[in-house]
């Protein structure tokens, strides 16, 4: 390194807190910082990089190793340039610095920035979390901000119905049930495929918090700050979206439908949602003991059922992505080729076709279908999962003994239920459904809709997440662990 230190790639400070200079080095793909201690920081973390020749000052803002914290901090790095005749070199180490970590990894700089704010979201700590964490971070990598704090259930739709379009990326700081109604709001769009093609993310500050599972992982994914890194390095993600019909009426559906007892452990524990994510811990035990049929009938336009085919598919494609990991993600300004005017993609199935459908007529415990690996924490429910396959995953549990159940907890969080040979698991094309009894609850998305027949079709990259990564952002041990 002490080459480097000598050439324009350094620069060095004389900062307050610190008794000895500091040096800032620009390497292939980190900043070095060297002060009391060195550290490299990651590119895709260093947020900011300022220099105000008057002053002499130069500003360097990253976003921190989360360490044992509960979110990766923001630190502010501020200190005079010293030498007088450096002027020039350090604007353009500035440059070159930004260049770096924006350009050099496909994202563009300072975005525009619809974000909704929804205070009684999960445990009612939406405002806060933006407030302190998120949009200090965002000012920081120079984001321009629309904020809106959302007064009412509906608020957001109504307000991404009318949008002009204007934003790098939409942004809801609560669960997944904001993101469903983000997305429903552009579905509803005048201009529904180009306003789809604006990538959403989320911040999480919901209960679930599935999708910001998938995009960030296990360990990351409540971990707010990185959200935030998200929400500026991230690069829009294509994923497939659904149609979901029922009584004539389309919605769109980004995640998950369950009926029965994956349901009722969502919406049945809403009074609950101050206990966050442990709710649906409570709910599942509840409907456990209670151990209520699902009676419904079932058909598929099925695409796989092979769950070793399945696992295999996963791991090529996971290879697959390995070997060029930009493919999946679009860079900045390739999203720009959509019609100025559009409509929702045709629906391929209607109601009563059953040309190449199959039915699935044993008594249930629930049916669970969707996108994207988790759930939630508790509950890699579709590992198998992919974002942009054109398919959508659906499980289904048959009548089941109570103690078959509750050993299907152990290893849910892992995804190991898949290979359980008495949970049935296909990847299909389309599906329907009709409740044969008058009351239960069917969650979209987390959601409550009616209990009333409806139907569901893929619709393949539809949307966009923003993704740091490209591919959902989990581990899946895809052998079959023989648990039977
Ligand atoms: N000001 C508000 N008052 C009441 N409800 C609101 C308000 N703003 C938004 N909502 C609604 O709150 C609902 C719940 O939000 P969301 O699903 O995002 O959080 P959550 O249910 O706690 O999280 P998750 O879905 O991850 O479990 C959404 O349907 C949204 O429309």
């Known amino acids: 390194m002490g080459d480097a230190e000598q050439s324009p790639l350094t620069v060095t400070l004389r900062i307050p807190s610190s008794q000895s200079p500091v040096s800032l080095t620009l390497t292939a793909n980190s900043l070095l910082i060297k002060g009391s201690k060195p550290q490299h920081v990651p590119l895709l973390r260093v947020l900011k990089a300022h220099f105000d020749p008057e002053s002499r000052i130069l500003n360097v803002a990253y ?15 501020e200190g005079k340039v010293e030498d007088q005749n450096v002027d020039s070199t350090t604007a353009s180490w500035v440059e070159n610095v930004l260049q770096a970590c924006y350009e050099g990894l496909s994202v563009e700089r300072s975005r525009q920035l619809l974000v909704f704010v929804n205070p009684h979201g999960g445990t009612k700590k939406g405002v806060s979390i933006f407030v302190k964490v998120v949009e200090p971070i965002f000012r920081a990598a120079g984001c321009g901000l629309n904020v809106i704090y959302t007064t ?58 599935g999708l910001s599972l998938n995009l960030l992982g296990i360990k990351d994914g409540f971990d707010v700050g990185l ?9 829009p993600m294509k994923v497939d979206l659904f149609s979901m019909t029922q009584g004539g009426k389309r ?24 206990m966050g994510d442990t709710r649906f811990m409570v709910g599942l035990l509840k409907g456990i ?22 696992a295999e598919d996963l791991v090529t494609s996971r290879k697959e992505f390995e070997k ?6 679009l860079p900045f300004n390739s999203i720009t080729k959509v019609p100025e005017k559009s409509t929702l993609p045709p629906l391929n199935y209607l109601p009563d076709d059953a040309d190449g459908w199959t039915s699935f007529d044993e008594p249930l415990i629930y049916v669970y279908a969707g996108k994207g690996p988790y759930v939630g924490r508790d509950f890699m429910a579709f590992p198998v999962s ?13 009548l089941s003994p109570r103690k078959d159940i509750l050993a299907a907890i152990s290893g849910a969080a892992e995804g190991e239920n898949y290979w359980r040979s008495n949970i049935k698991y296909v990847k299909a094309h389309a599906y329907r459904v009709k409740p044969l009894k008058p009351k239960g609850n069917l969650s979209i998305d987390g959601e409550s809709f009616p209990f009333e027949e409806f139907q569901v079709e ?23 662990p023989a648990i039977d």
């Open 63 to 77: 976003l921190a190793e989360r360490g044992g914290k509960n979110y990766s901090p923001l630190v502010n790095i």
């Open 152 to 209: 009412h259930q509906g608020h957001a739709y109504e307000v991404v119905k009318e949008s002009p379009l204007e934003y790098a990326a939409i942004i809801t700081v609560s669960g997944d049930g904001l993101i469903h109604e983000v997305i429903n709001g552009l579905s509803h769009h005048g201009n529904p495929i180009k306003a789809l093609s604006t990538p959403v993310a989320p911040i999480p500050a919901g209960s679930g918090n």
């Open 227 to 235: 959200a935030a890194l998200n929400v500026i390095k991230g690069r």
């Open 251 to 274: 919605s769109l559906s980004f995640m998950s439908q369950a009926l029965g007892l994956m349901a009722d452990l969502d919406l049945g524990t809403e009074h609950l949602r101050w």
């Open 289 to 310: 003991v209670q151990l209520k049929p699902c009676p419904v009938q079932l058909s598929l336009k099925v695409a796989e059922t092979d769950k070793t085919k399945m």
């Open 324 to 329: 060029d990991n930009i493919s999946r993600s």
């Open 386 to 398: 992919l974002p942009n396959d054109g398919l959508i995953d659906v499980m289904v549990m048959p």
């Open 458 to 480: 893929v619709h393949q990259g539809l949307g966009r997440f923003l993704s740091m990564y490209g591919q959902y952002a989990v581990d899946f041990a895809s052998q079959n």
